[in-house]
């Protein structure tokens, strides 16, 4: 079980002796540890770096013999903040997150600052609700859009499922939708137009059940009092593992919605969480 509360490391490591210069490198501003397969962390922000809300970046450390290992990061903060938050699993054998686990304030590490990826508004038509569909670390690119005020200039509701296997690993997308009705900036333009949906599959908690069962049933209409999905107002976004996705795109194109990309708009978009 996966009930160790969030640790936040917030004071630099100490420094090291024989610190190998980083190409691309920025600095780990915090790291929070959310349960022992989860976490995420900040880092500084290249200045020349602009991204849309949703996209992600290339990041990592050296490997044992001084070369680049890199993977794909969905940046989980908005286009407008200061610094660049992700979200990351740990993979206990996996070369990149096996030590990037264990990076502390203060730390470096790469970020090739060439942001991509379909999971932006651009790629969708204009509509009147969002639905923003995630499992696992898939919930890292809807951390940004929620936080941008462009969502909720374009979307007069928007609407998250998020599901984990356990209630512990929902914690980072519950604290962050949940604040949301109380941030500074976008607090006002959120209140009662923000709808969220998170469910447990291996442990019972207030909800359960996976997302595709709980569209194809109708049991999140029911439960949350709204409308089935229209192609016609309806939008949606997509992100977890490429079954999930698969399964997402027939219950999507079953309700006539169309696939988008940057360069040709329709009512859904989708982007893997990992590979694998
Ligand atoms: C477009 C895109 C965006 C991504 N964004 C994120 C992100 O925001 N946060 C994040 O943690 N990962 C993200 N990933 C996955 C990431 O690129 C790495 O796979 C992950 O960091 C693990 O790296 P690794 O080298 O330790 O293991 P890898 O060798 O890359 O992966 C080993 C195995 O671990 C599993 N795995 C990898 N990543 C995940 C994951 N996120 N959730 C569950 N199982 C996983 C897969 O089965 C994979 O085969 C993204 C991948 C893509 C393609």
Sequence with gaps: MNL??????????????????LPDA??????????DRLFSFRVTRPKTLRFRSGEFVMIGLLDDR???????????????????EFYSIKVPDGPLTSRLQ?????????????????????????????FLFATGTGIAPFASLLRDPETWERFEQVVVMHTCRLAAELEYGRQLVEGLPD?????DMVSGRLLYYPTTTQEPSARTGRITDNLATGRVFDDLAIPTIDPASD???VCGSLGFNIDMKAILEGWGLREGANSDPAEY????????
Excluded: C, N
């Excluded at 920025?26 to 349960?35: K, N």
């Excluded at 941030?183 to 607090?187: K, R």
């Excluded at 978009?269 to 694998?276: C, D, L, S």
């Design 4 to 21: 160790r509360a969030a640790v936040t490391l917030a004071s630099p490591a100490p420094a090291s002796a024989a610190r190998p210069a």
């Design 235 to 237: 939008r949606g976004m």
């Design 269 to 276: 978009v989708v982007e893997k969480a990992f590979v694998g």
């Design 26 to 35: 920025q600095t780990v501003t915090a790291v929070t540890h959310w349960t």
């Design 183 to 187: 941030d500074p900036l976008i607090g």
């Design 102 to 130: 264990h990076i502390r304030p203060g730390d470096q590490i790469i970020l090739r600052p060439k942001p991509v990826g379909t999971l932006v508004l651009d790629a969708l038509r204009p509509g009147r609700r969002l």
């Design 66 to 84: 001084g070369k680049p290992l890199l993977r794909a990061y969905s940046i989980a903060s908005p286009s407008w903040d200061e610094e660049l």
